[in-house]
Structure formats: structure tokens, C-alpha cells
């Protein structure tokens, strides 16, 4: 089988509307794994370019960790998160430019396009059992190695306990004594899509919802940054939609004035994939960064103090030391139930969905 056939064939899997991503009859992906010959020759390459959607301190966290394993392999990389760095990964390919060899992207339907352009090698790591089913949905060109779950994230000074268990629940935001005190990011990257994607497919949500939401009067951001800036000051003391529990855990650790909560059901979701680019320039290196990225050396650094992320892989215990700063807090409560989306339905309708998004917000 031709790749691009091949390609095509996964991404109408993935939409529900064609054959399986993998004929019996066709070899599967090459293992990589980690090996003597493998690191020499990422040795020898030297450095691995990568392209990432961590947050900056999260990725330098992570690439200390890998270099502590491997100092003789550079890691160079550069933070363009989203469906931009995605697009615009796209574009370079387009004019002929193969400068990247490790991508890593949150936005499902700009991550599927890039699959179907054939931007990745076909790769599967040693340890693929541990994956469960949804962070497979794209392999064998890219894997998800860590989960994250939205939070409502609050200061405590602005926003009392017994308020703060209303926003647990979902049309609990549309609650008059929160308007004017809400922050909103536009749904650009992974969580903020998750949390449309709920809505958009939940009956007595949808686009009413967004409405009402809409009539709280919201600051709505391109990001979550000057949004937890608002929450820090208490000019808009409550975040939605906008956040994750890594980030939140991270916060509360550093000291910052705010706490969180999960709604219910909370929106857990595979963060980011990762893939090996198919004309990568330092093709040793990349695959030695990237089989290691889904190992569980990396699942460490992942739940590490700088990440504060959940590994996804099977068996791995939540060790991140941050959250022991959020329990001794005494009001941390665990989500009660979890709802994930469904991937072919991401990619087919989160366009649709991001469109009725603007038109409400931006009316």
C-alpha cells in the first residue's frame, strides 16, 4: 500500500467513514526502541529540532530530564502552540523546508491534516500496550503521552466556598452573582476545545448555553495568561473553560491566590501528540527523543515538579509533588465523574463548533 492511500485511509477511520487504519496485510510500523546503535547515531546527529505546545517552563523541565540521560543530544526547540503551529509546520512543508524532526500538537483536526499530508513517519514505541485506545487514535504517526483535565479555577478572596461549589456544576457559571467576574479563552488549543466540544454535544447546552454565557459578560483572551492575571488582581476572580488541572496544581504550588474545581462530568482529554517528522534532518536523534518522550523515564518528568501533567501510560501512580501543596490546602475535592471526547467527532464538527463560537461571542 502506497502511504498516502494509507494515510488517507486512517484519517476516514478516524472520521468514521471508511476502511480500517490498518489492512491485515499491511506490515506494521517499525519499532523503535532504545538501543546502543540507536543513541550513537543520535549522537552523531547531534541535536534534535523540536516543536512543541508546553507551556516554557513545563518543556525546559522535561528536556533537563532527557539531557540528564543523554547530554550529547541537543535539544532545540521552539514553542508554537496549537492549530497555528500546526498550520504553519504545514506551510514550511509546502515551500520544501524540512527543518523540524520532532512536532507536538494539541489540535486534533490540525494534527489529522497534517497526518494526511504525510508530515510523519510511520513509528510504533516498545511499550504501545500501555497506551489506552484514545491516546492511539493517530498513531502509528503520533502518540499522546500525557491526559489533562479542565478545572474552574477561582481567588478565593472574590469567590466564597458555597459559590464555588455551584460552578461544579455546568449551567451553575450562568448564575447571576457571577457576571462581569468571568474569564474566557478563545478555543484555540486543546482544553478550551474539549470543553466547546462538550458543549456543542450535550442537550440543554449548545448554543443557548453559549448565549447566556455570552450575557455574564466575560473578558474573553487569546490566552490563558492575562486570563489568570485577572484572576491573581480579582478584576475577573473566576476562569472557565480555559484551564487545565497541570497548570492550576502549578499556580497553587507557586503561591498564587486561586483554587479550583470540576465540573460535572470534568472534561479529561488526551493532551498533546507527539511525531516524528517523515523528512526529519536529524532522523536518530528525533527517534531517540521520541521513543523516550513516551517511555516511562519520561512519565516521571512529566508528573514532575516544572510539568505537573498526568502520564497517561497504564500503572503509572500520580506522583506530582504539587498536588501535595493543593491537599494540604484542605478544599481540593477529586472530580466525581470524567467525559471525554470522541475523536472522529472533534475533527469533523470542532471547525462547525468553533464557528458558532465566534458568531455568539463576538455579537
Not at 212 to 226: E, S
Request: glycine fraction near 8%.
Amino acid at each position: 500500500m502506497k502511504r498516502p492511500y494509507a494515510i488517507a485511509l486512517a484519517l476516514l477511520c478516524l472520521l468514521g467513514l471508511g476502511a480500517p487504519a490498518v489492512r491485515a496485510a499491511d506490515p506494521p510500523a517499525p519499532l523503535v526502541t532504545i538501543t546502543p546503535s540507536l543513541i550513537a547515531a543520535a549522537e552523531k546527529d547531534g541535536e534534535v529540532d523540536l516543536q512543541y505546545n508546553y507551556q516554557l517552563d513545563q518543556m525546559q523541565a522535561i528536556i533537563a530530564a532527557f539531557n540528564r540521560t543523554y547530554p550529547r543530544v541537543k535539544v532545540i526547540a521552539e514553542r508554537k502552540p496549537g492549530a497555528p503551529g500546526a498550520y504553519g509546520l504545514e506551510q514550511e512543508m509546502a515551500a520544501g523546508v524540512h527543518r523540524i524532526d520532532v512536532f507536538q500538537g494539541t489540535d486534533l483536526a490540525a494534527n489529522a491534516d497534517l497526518i494526511s499530508k504525510g508530515a510523519f513517519a510511520a513509528l510504533r514505541p516498545p511499550n504501545v500496550r500501555d497506551f489506552p485506545a484514545g491516546a492511539l487514535a493517530m498513531a502509528p504517526y503520533l502518540y499522546y503521552p500525557e491526559t489533562v483535565t479542565a478545572v474552574v479555577a477561582y481567588n478565593p478572596a472574590f469567590v466564597t466556598e458555597s459559590d464555588a461549589k455551584l460552578l461544579t456544576q455546568w449551567r451553575g457559571i450562568l448564575d447571576p452573582r457571577f457576571k462581569g467576574k468571568i474569564s474566557l479563552v478563545e478555543p484555540a488549543l486543546g482544553v478550551t476545545q474539549g470543553v466547546l466540544n462538550y458543549i456543542m454535544n450535550t442537550p440543554g447546552l449548545g448554543t443557548e448555553f453559549l448565549t447566556k454565557l455570552k450575557a455574564q459578560q466575560p473578558n474573553i483572551y487569546p490566552n490563558a495568561v492575562p486570563a489568570r492575571d485577572a484572576l491573581v488582581s480579582g478584576q475577573k476572580p473566576i476562569i472557565w473553560g480555559s484551564v487545565w488541572d497541570a497548570i492550576a496544581i502549578q499556580d497553587v504550588e507557586k503561591g498564587s491566590p486561586q483554587r479550583f474545581v470540576y465540573t460535572n462530568p470534568a472534561i479529561q482529554m488526551t493532551g498533546s501528540g507527539f511525531g516524528v517528522l517523515a523528512k526529519a534532518p536529524h532522523p536518530n536523534a528525533a527517534r531517540l527523543f521520541w521513543v523516550w518522550m513516551l517511555g516511562r523515564d519520561a512519565a516521571q518528568a512529566i508528573q514532575g515538579t516544572d510539568s505537573n501533567m498526568r502520564s497517561i501510560l497504564a500503572g503509572e501512580k500520580d506522583t506530582r509533588p504539587a498536588m501535595q501543596a493543593v491537599l494540604k490546602g484542605g478544599w481540593y475535592v477529586p472530580a466525581r465523574t470524567l467525559w471525554t471526547p470522541e475523536t472522529a467527532n472533534w475533527i469533523k464538527n470542532g471547525p462547525a463548533f468553533r464557528a458558532k463560537w465566534d458568531q455568539v461571542m463576538q455579537q
